[in-house]
C-alpha cells in the first residue's frame, strides 16, 4: 500500500474543498445579509452573533482556499463560480429572525455533512493535514449548531 494520492483522489479532495470555498462564501454573504436585517426582541444578541459568524466563517474559507493552494489547487474565486458550486442557497431576504437562526442550522449541517465526505476521502488519501483541518471546522460548527438550537428552544 502506498501512502501518496492518486489523481482521482486529489481531483475528489479539490472538488470537495472548492464546494467548501463555495459554501463559505455564499453564508458569508447570506449570514451578513441577516446580520444587516435581523428586527425583533433579539435584534441585540442577533446581530452580535450573525457578525460573530460571518467573521468566522470567512477565516474558515480562506483556511480551504489556502490548503488548495497548498497541495496545487485553485480555489474558485469569483461569486458565479461560488453560486454555481456551492449547495447553500442565498437569503431569501425576507427571513424572520427565528428563521434566520433555523437557516443558518441548516446550512451549517449541509456544510458539516460534506466535510465529513472530504475528511474521509483526505483520510483515505493519507492527506492528515487537510483531515485534521476539515475535522476541526466541523466540530465548529456542530457546536453552534447546538447553540442556535438552544436558541431557538429545540
Known amino acids: 500500500m502506498t501512502n501518496t494520492k492518486s489523481e482521482a483522489q486529489t481531483k475528489n479532495i479539490t472538488e470537495i474543498l472548492n464546494r467548501q ?3 463559505l462564501n455564499v ?3 447570506k449570514i451578513h445579509n441577516f446580520h444587516w436585517y435581523v428586527k ?3 435584534f441585540y444578541t442577533l446581530h452580535i452573533k450573525f457578525e460573530e459568524l460571518y467573521n468566522e466563517v470567512t477565516l474558515k474559507m480562506d483556511e480551504i482556499a489556502e490548503r488548495m493552494l497548498t497541495i496545487k489547487a485553485s480555489p474558485a474565486a469569483t461569486m ?3 453560486l454555481e458550486l456551492s449547495s447553500i442557497q442565498e437569503a431569501a431576504g425576507t427571513e424572520d429572525a427565528r428563521t434566520m437562526v433555523q437557516t443558518i ?3 451549517f449541517a449541509t ?3 460534506e466535510m465529513q ?3 474521509e476521502m483526505a483520510e483515505e488519501a493519507h492527506d492528515q493535514a487537510t483531515s485534521d483541518m ?3 471546522m466541523k466540530q465548529d460548527l456542530e457546536k453552534h449548531m447546538w447553540m442556535l438550537r438552544s436558541f431557538l428552544g429545540h
Open 134 to 136: 476539515l475535522i476541526s
Open 105 to 107: 442550522i441548516e446550512d
Open 111 to 113: 456544510v458539516a455533512e
Open 40 to 42: 425583533g426582541e433579539n
Open 117 to 119: 465526505e472530504g475528511l
Open 27 to 29: 453564508l458569508y454573504v
Open 80 to 82: 458565479k463560480e461560488y
Open 21 to 23: 470555498v463555495a459554501n
